[in-house]
């Protein structure tokens, strides 16, 4: 099975690369992803290995990703493994006329032997996931947040409803109103000098000054708070914001 979809954004070719050659950071623009890391230390490179939980009919699944080709900033090629299915990711990067970069992401999936009589079956469920994916890269490369709808309070009423929230359900449920933004400006935003050192701070209706809280952690707070305005996400919130990775 192979797919092949195309997004353009006005980030330049290199800082597009960049960012998807990490590919742990793909937890942050598919939604199916529940856990993403980086095996292997140092750059990445050929040979770079990464592991990621994906989530696909209520069942989570490990791939080891490993980076088959890396030439940067035009070519991206990496294959992970999985007990049922290999895939094999191959990433084209261009520059337009008109300045944009365009990528051009395609998608082959094998299925091991006894597997292949399940393919066209799935391939609809798999299409959808990879359309969902490319949406969120796209509109993560173009700064676009998603709108984030109201909780409904009476979740929490009930108690249980409530308590899903937090289970593996409620965390696939949340990664659709992630705002993936700030890894592309983590560079300006740790850039950011820190706050002067007699820092006050009105926090419920009573003062309180930060006198002896260390630089590190003054500067932690002021990219939360970039962050939250940058990304429209709260600023306590966990989410895939570069203070939070």
């Known amino acids: 099975m192979q797919l092949e979809r195309s997004v353009t954004t006005d980030l330049p070719q290199a800082v597009v690369f960049h960012y998807l050659a990490g590919f742990h950071r793909v937890i942050e623009w598919d939604p199916s992803?529940?856990?993403?890391?980086?095996?292997?230390?140092?750059t990445v490179t050929t040979g770079t290995e990464f592991?990621?939980?994906?989530?696909?009919?209520?069942?989570?699944?490990t791939l080891v990703y490993q980076v088959l080709e890396h030439q940067p900033p035009t070519r991206l090629v990496l294959q992970g493994k999985a007990d049922a299915y290999t895939v094999t990711d191959t990433i084209q990067f261009e520059t337009l006329p008109?300045?944009?970069?365009r990528l051009t992401y395609g998608l082959q999936v094998d299925y091991a032997p006894g597997y292949e009589k399940f393919a066209a079956v799935l391939a609809p469920l798999v299409r959808s996931n990879v359309d969902t994916a490319i949406a969120v890269l796209e509109r993560t490369l173009n700064y676009q947040p998603q709108p984030v709808k109201q909780y409904p309070r009476w979740r929490d009423k009930l108690v249980l409803p409530g308590m899903l929230e937090f289970t593996r359900r409620g965390y696939v449920r949340g990664k659709q109103h992630w705002a993936g933004c700030c890894s592309i400006w983590r560079a300006r935003i740790s850039s950011?000098?820190?706050?002067?050192r007699a820092w006050v701070v009105r926090r419920r209706w009573r003062w309180r000054t930060w006198a002896q809280t260390s630089s590190r952690w003054r500067g932690t707070a002021t990219r939360r708070r970039i962050c939250s305005?940058?990304?429209?996400?709260?600023?306590g919130?966990?989410?895939a914001c570069c203070w939070a990775t």
Do not use: H
Request: net charge positive; glycine share 10%.
């Open 192 to 196: 950011l000098p820190a706050l002067p």
């Open 51 to 61: 592991e990621v939980d994906v989530q696909f009919l209520g069942q989570t699944s």
């Open 229 to 235: 305005r940058q990304c429209g996400i709260t600023a």
């Open 33 to 42: 992803v529940t856990r993403a890391e980086k095996r292997t230390r140092g």
């Open 237 to 239: 919130a966990k989410s």
């Open 98 to 101: 008109t300045g944009k970069t």
